[in-house]
T-cell receptor, first 112, second 113 residues
Framework: SQQGEEDPQALSIQEGENATMNCSYKTSINNLQWYRQNSGRGLVHLILIRSNEREKHSGRLRVTLDTSKKSSSLLITASRAADTASYFCATDWGTGGFKTIFGAGTRLFVKA | NAGVTQTPKFQVLKTGQSMTLQCAQDMNHEYMSWYRQDPGMGLRLIHYSVGAGITDQGEVPNGYNVSRSTTEDFPLRLLSAAPSQTSVYFC????????????FGPGTRLLVL
């Protein structure tokens, strides 16, 4: 039973367009993270947003968090072909918050 | 720094065989974890460690053992491989809680026949 669920499962856009991915979770959290995974590679950390934050920016990335709706969104502006990857949200889970649980991911394909 | 390294990159096993997946990090991180990733799915936590000598179970621990004798190394042992353990295995480390930024290794692709 995964805590985070991304939506959509797959997204195809043209280079230069914005890409928005959503994540919903079930229980209260201390923080939420977004990771990127290029095909066949390990995950790379993109951004962490804490439960008392509503929005965070990092370069072309913008993450929002709505704890009342138990949801987060990741916006990639002015997408590039190199942004083609799978994107996962992850939340803390379990007693003491020592564990991280990942969603199934959104596969983003940016066409040049 | 090499970061998080994993060996081997690929492995084929027969049902019932045992093996150890190696993971090492040179960042002096206290927290380390093992995940498996099945096709089209996110990562699922197998075991994790909050420091040398301390390990605990994650979401899917059955069929796997871990130990943490040093800060640097966190091997994952498959006791008796089953086809259901065919997956890609990732090791990760973190300087603080596992729920903070994790650094991932490149993964080990395991096929159990």
């Amino acid at each position: 039973s995964q805590q985070g669920e991304e939506d959509p499962q797959a997204l195809s856009i043209q280079e230069g367009e914005n890409a928005t991915m959503n994540c919903s979770y079930k229980t209260s959290i201390n923080n939420l993270q977004w990771y990127r995974q290029n095909s066949g590679r390990g995950l790379v950390h993109l951004i962490l947003i804490r439960s008392n934050e509503r929005e965070k920016h990092s370069g072309r990335l913008r993450v929002t968090l709505d704890t009342s709706k138990k949801s987060s969104s990741l916006l990639i502006t002015a997408s590039r072909a190199a942004d083609t990857a799978s994107y996962f949200c992850a939340t803390d889970w379990g007693t003491g918050g020592f564990k991280t649980i990942f969603g199934a991911g959104t596969r983003l394909f940016v066409k040049a | 720094n090499a970061g998080v390294t994993q060996t081997p990159k690929f492995q084929v096993l027969k049902t019932g065989q045992s093996m150890t997946l190696q993971c090492a990090q040179d960042m002096n991180h206290e927290y380390m974890s093992w995940y498996r990733q099945d096709p089209g799915m996110g990562l699922r936590l197998i075991h994790y460690s909050v420091g040398a000598g301390i390990t605990d179970q994650g979401e899917v621990p059955n069929g796997y053992n871990v130990s943490r004798s040093t800060t640097e190394d966190f091997p994952l042992r498959l006791l008796s491989a089953a086809p259901s353990q065919t997956s890609v295995y990732f090791c990760a480390s973190s300087s603080s809680l596992l729920t903070e930024t994790q650094y991932f290794g490149p993964g080990t692709r395991l096929l159990v026949l």
